[in-house]
């Protein structure tokens, strides 16, 4: 197959024409976190790899895994298989996975003057391996499936990095902000610097999307999230309009609901929505300015057939007829959750979006 009949079916996929909101046969769906614990074979190919750590810097086994989920699930778009910490642990923190704990790094974020010793990630030399990894999973991927590339917000970095680990009150990172204004600033801006070089490199190496994970901006009051979070996001987007022309930025704030106004002004082509919101309302407020993605109940895949076919059925129908939506969770699948729900909830989507279409 030639290059350019390649592009022309990515660029036709649904997954890609519901972010440019262009007219699609059905709703594209895709589900955050799909590659991962809730499947046996990641499992397998998990023990394999040793630990989690060594699964992401392994591009043929990130590849497998990025895979996985696309040979069971008519899905419209795979995710690159990597982790948000990949930046802090970059730049010398350390970064240890631990049983039942989950990330920790051995270097957190302490004072001022550790933060302004902190240099910039360059991803083709200290991230090598996530980029080979998009590159493998692009050369394996079939033609008409588009890649999307993440990163987490700086914001959100900035939380694990100072907290040190992921089960937290915040304390720190909050007072840590509250006292030394100008180091945190400091901070988000090398982060928002890595971030965008990162997602530029990875849309370089092949992939069609990218999205901002701000899974910790929704613990901000308004002022904090306009200055700590979104202007940085805002920062990223326009940085991304020049080394990442034409791919699509999805943005998405866990808890986020009531700043959906804000989120779209920084030019994103996509907001991603958590379960607490009713995305008909959300679109009613936005108009055509973008496009949503979102936003099932993650637990709702613990539900009996009939009931997750309702709430799919409720969902689609709060957001209406035409295209501009991508069907996901509000938030990362859970590890309990059965594939089989999973595969029931892809083919609902399949079937009832037809109607709105």
Not at 12 to 30: E, M
Not at 145 to 171: C, H, N, Q
Request: aromatic share 8%; hydrophobic share 40%.
């Amino acid at each position: 197959m030639t290059a350019r009949r390649e592009m022309h079916l990515l660029e036709n996929c649904r997954f890609l024409r519901a972010l440019r909101r262009q007219p699609v046969d059905q709703t594209p769906i895709w589900i955050m976190r799909q590659a991962g614990r809730y499947l046996p074979e990641y499992r397998a190919t998990r023990k394999r790899a040793g630990d989690f750590l060594t699964l992401c810097r392994t591009p043929e086994l990130a590849c497998e895994v990025t895979l996985q989920p696309l040979e069971r699930f008519a899905l419209d778009a795979a995710i690159i298989f990597s982790d948000i910490l990949v930046i802090p642990d970059a730049m010398g923190l350390g970064l240890k996975m631990e049983e039942s704990v989950g990330p920790v790094f051995e270097n957190p974020v302490s004072s001022a003057r550790q933060v302004y010793k902190l240099g910039s990630v360059d991803p083709e030399d200290d991230l090598s391996y996530v980029l080979e990894a998009v590159r493998t999973t692009r050369r394996n991927l079939p033609h008409s499936i588009p890649l999307i590339g993440f990163a987490g917000s700086p914001w959100t970095l900035a939380v694990y990095m100072v907290e040190g680990r992921s089960k937290t009150d915040f304390s720190k990172v909050t007072a840590f902000a509250r006292q030394n204004t100008a180091a945190m600033h400091h901070l988000l801006k090398v982060l928002a610097d890595s971030v965008s070089d990162y997602l530029a490199a990875k849309a370089s190496a092949g992939a069609s999307a990218l999205m901002v994970f701000d899974t910790w901006g929704g613990i901000l009051s308004t002022p904090e999230y306009e200055s700590l979070s979104l202007a940085y996001m805002a920062e990223i987007v326009e940085n991304l309009k020049t080394s990442a022309k034409d791919v699509p930025v999805i943005l998405f704030t866990k808890g986020g609901g009531a700043w959906v106004e804000r989120i779209a002004q920084t030019g994103c082509q996509a907001i991603g929505l958590d379960w607490t919101v009713d995305i008909g309302d959300i679109r009613r407020k936005l108009g055509d300015r973008v496009a949503l993605q979102g936003n099932l109940d993650p637990d709702s895949l613990k539900l009996s057939n009939d009931e997750i076919e309702q709430q799919t059925a409720d969902i689609l129908r709060s957001y209406g007829t035409g295209s501009g939506h991508i069907f996901n969770l509000g938030h990362g699948i859970k590890p309990d959750i059965d594939p089989a729900k999973v595969a029931f909830l892809v083919d609902a989507v399949g079937r009832l979006s037809k109607h709105y279409h």
